[in-house]
């Protein structure tokens, strides 16, 4: 991690990163905003007594950044307007380089966890990428049961309504054996979100159903759940099955014209599924699956 101290008072400059070298950081000083201007940094140590300078450009440039101010005094001008541009937090002059520490990696811890998110969000919206739903997520209300023949199907939606409405979800799937811990632990503030139900003994599914009024969630279940709750069903014949999914031969040929039916023409398609265009048209009518224009 590299850390850029900008401050025009040389002593201080040098007294901040000879201790912060001590704790293994990387640092360079710039006595002024236009010279750090030119800087790569990770962290931004940025004074607000800088004479005759604005710090406003340095902020706008790395506000991606982790920017801290060391400040005089705490008014408009030194906190207020900078932390609107985009600087993290401040400290404030004479300060322990302990605590300055903390802030660094209180920030430090925050950015990773940031890049991670939008790492695993990306991964996720990729993975979900092909799974089809008209369905509109503004028509949920928690708390819910969806009944499904699809888990990812329902994955989707209820990825979607969270990231709509900027709800943290907690995920428990119930094939975890501390399921019961991480319910019981969860943040008030979150919307649990708890799939496998099927999998639960009788006696564990009672528990969990008398436990969940305490409860914000969404259970999602691949068979018929017996409930008190508000339920929906999501179905859908776009299925990406699983390897170890054993299918009907219907089911099959309605999965792969599903999948490729604007790949490949109906000739070509029906050669593939070794049977004749007349009975692939057939199958079409019987499963409504024509293509829509």
């Known amino acids: 991690m590299k850390i850029i101290i900008v401050e025009n008072e040389l002593y201080l400059a040098q007294s901040i990163a000879s201790r912060l070298h001590e704790h293994g950081y990387d640092t360079e000083t710039y006595s002024s905003v236009k010279e750090a201007m030119g800087s790569n940094g990770d962290v931004y140590l940025l004074s607000t007594n800088l004479p005759g300078q604005s710090t406003s450009p340095l902020i706008t440039k790395f506000k991606e950044k982790i920017i801290i101010l060391m400040v005089n005094y705490i008014n408009n001008d030194t906190v207020g307007e900078p932390l609107r541009l985009g600087a993290k937090d401040y400290i404030v002059k004479p300060f322990m380089l302990e605590d300055l520490m903390r802030k660094i990696e209180h920030y430090k811890e925050y950015q990773t966890l940031k890049k991670q998110t939008i790492l695993y969000q990306e991964y996720m919206d990729n993975l979900l990428y092909d799974i089809e739903t008209t369905f509109d997520v503004n028509k949920?209300?928690?708390?819910?049961?969806?009944?499904?023949?699809?888990?990812?199907?329902?994955?989707?939606?209820?990825?979607?309504?969270?990231?709509a409405n900027n709800i943290l979800l907690t995920f428990i799937p119930l094939t975890d054996k501390n399921w019961k811990n991480k319910i019981e632990k969860s943040s008030p503030s979150t919307l649990l979100y708890i799939t496998e139900i099927h999998e639960l003994k009788k006696i564990d599914r009672e528990f969990l159903l008398a436990l969940l009024p305490k409860y914000d969630f969404i259970v999602s279940s691949t068979a018929n759940l017996e409930s008190d709750f508000p339920t929906i069903t999501l179905t859908t014949d776009s299925k990406l099955y699983d390897r170890n999914e054993i299918l009907t031969i219907d089911d099959y040929v309605k999965f792969i014209v599903n999948s490729f039916q604007y790949k490949f023409p109906d000739t070509e398609l029906s050669k593939k599924l070794g049977i004749s265009r007349k009975s692939l048209w057939e199958k079409r009518k019987k499963y409504d699956l024509f293509k829509k224009k």
Do not use: C, G, H, S
């Not at 009944?147 to 329902?154: A, D, G, K, M, P």
């Open 140 to 163: 949920i209300t928690t708390p819910l049961v969806i009944e499904t023949n699809y888990q990812r199907l329902v994955d989707k939606v209820v990825f979607k309504y969270a990231q």
